[in-house]
């Protein structure tokens, strides 16, 4: 297993990276609305818990990420309060951050923290020119 991955579920995740999600399958606007995306916008999706020292640092990373691409939208969700939406998106640690387009499909996902110039990269393509 690679350095940086930990087994989840008998799969490999990324901690801390920005990967690409598994399928990319389109949400349903009813999860996405409870979820408080906003439709035609580019979200920053944070699931997190009370007590979880890494979520305060991405919602840091994440606010300034925000800050810099006004496109974009950051909203955390408490995961405990959200356990259907947790089931239905396989969230299995926190923080967990899902890159929601504007069409509401996941493009990518992270666990852990990631630094804010991957955030950015991640972002680019899904941004106006």
Request: charged share 25%; glycine share 8%.
């Amino acid at each position: 297993m690679a350095e940086g991955t930990v087994p989840v579920g008998g799969v490999a995740e990324q901690t801390g990276g920005v990967t690409d999600a598994r399928d990319g399958e389109l949400l349903d606007p009813a999860l996405l609305e409870r979820l408080g995306v906003e439709p035609g916008r580019v979200t920053l999706v944070q699931f997190s818990t009370a007590f979880c020292a890494p979520c305060r640092a991405l919602r840091r990373v994440s606010a300034e990420v925000v800050a810099l691409l006004p496109d974009v939208r950051h909203v955390e969700v408490d995961a405990e309060s959200h356990l259907d939406e947790v089931r239905a998106l396989s969230i299995w640690r926190t923080p967990t951050l899902l890159i929601v387009d504007s069409d509401g499909r996941v493009t990518r996902r992270a666990t852990g923290v990631p630094t804010k110039p991957h955030l950015i990269a991640a972002l680019a393509d899904l941004l106006p020119a």
